[in-house]
C-alpha cells in the first residue's frame, strides 16, 4: 500500500528556516499536503502542491516536489515560537482517500 | 463561528462501555470523515460518508458503527469499549466540488480514554 515518510523531530532557533521532509511511495500521487496540528487543537491545511509543479511559495511557507524521487519538503522562513507545531504531509489521487505521514514535531527554540 | 464541532472534547470510560461521539459541520460540505490518531500521532482513516453515504471503510472493526443523519452530521457509536481504543478522534469534512480534493477541515479531536 501507499506509505508517506518523515522524520519524527526538527529543532530549530527562532529566526531560522526550517526544513521538514517527507517521502512516499505512491507514484499516482496526485496532490501532496502539508498539515499543521498546534497542541490539543486538528489538523489545518497549510498548504499543497500539484504532482505537475516543483515549487510553490506562499508568504514564509516553500513546497518543494522532486516527482523523480517522490521527495517533498517544507520550508519555513524566519520561523517563529508560533510555528511550533507537528506538520504532516499527506497525499492523494483522484478521489482515494488522504494517506498521512506519522507527523514532523517542530520545535522552535527562543 | 465553528466550522466541524465534536462532542464531548474528553471521553473516560470503563472497558466494556459503549459510547458515542458527535460531530457537525456547518460549511456545506458533502462529505465526512473519522479518523483515529494514536498516542505517538500516527493518524488514520476509519470512515467516509458522501451525501449520507459510506463510501470508505477501513479496517476497522464492526464495533465501530458511524452514522449519518445527514449530510451534516457524522457520529461514531462504539460498543464494548477496549482498552486499545483510546485514543484521539477526529472528524473532518470537505466538499467533492473542491479541488484538491484533500482539502479538508477538521474538528478539534475528542480524546477518549477506556480504563
Known amino acids: ?110 | 463561528d465553528t466550522a466541524v464541532s465534536q462532542t464531548p472534547k474528553y471521553l473516560v470510560t470503563q472497558m466494556g462501555n459503549d459510547k458515542s461521539i458527535k460531530c457537525e459541520q456547518n460549511l456545506g460540505h458533502d462529505t465526512m470523515y473519522w479518523y483515529k490518531q494514536d498516542s505517538k500521532k500516527f493518524l488514520k482513516i476509519m470512515f467516509s460518508y458522501n451525501n449520507k453515504e459510506l463510501i470508505i471503510n477501513e479496517t476497522v472493526p464492526n464495533r465501530f458503527s458511524p452514522k449519518s443523519p445527514d449530510k451534516a452530521h457524522l457520529n461514531l457509536h462504539i460498543n464494548s469499549l477496549e482498552l486499545g481504543d483510546s485514543a484521539v478522534y477526529f472528524c473532518a469534512s470537505s466538499h467533492l466540488r473542491d479541488s484538491p480534493r484533500g482539502t479538508q477541515y477538521f474538528g478539534p479531536g475528542t480524546r477518549l480514554t477506556v480504563l
Open chain 1, 1 to 110: 500500500g501507499e506509505d508517506v515518510e518523515q522524520s519524527l523531530f526538527l529543532s530549530v532557533r527562532e529566526g531560522d528556516s526550517s526544513v521538514i521532509n517527507c517521502t512516499y511511495t505512491d507514484s499516482s500521487s496526485t496532490y501532496l499536503y502539508w498539515y499543521k496540528q498546534e497542541p490539543g487543537a486538528g489538523l489545518q491545511l497549510l498548504t499543497y502542491i500539484f504532482s505537475n509543479m516543483d515549487m510553490k511559495q506562499d508568504q514564509r511557507l516553500t513546497v518543494l516536489l522532486n516527482k523523480k524521487d517522490k521527495h517533498l519538503s517544507l520550508r519555513i522562513a524566519d520561523t517563529q515560537t508560533g510555528d511550533s507545531a507537528i506538520y504532516f504531509c499527506a497525499e492523494n489521487s483522484g478521489n482515494t482517500p488522504l494517506v498521512f505521514g506519522k507527523g514532523t514535531r517542530l520545535s522552535v527554540i527562543a
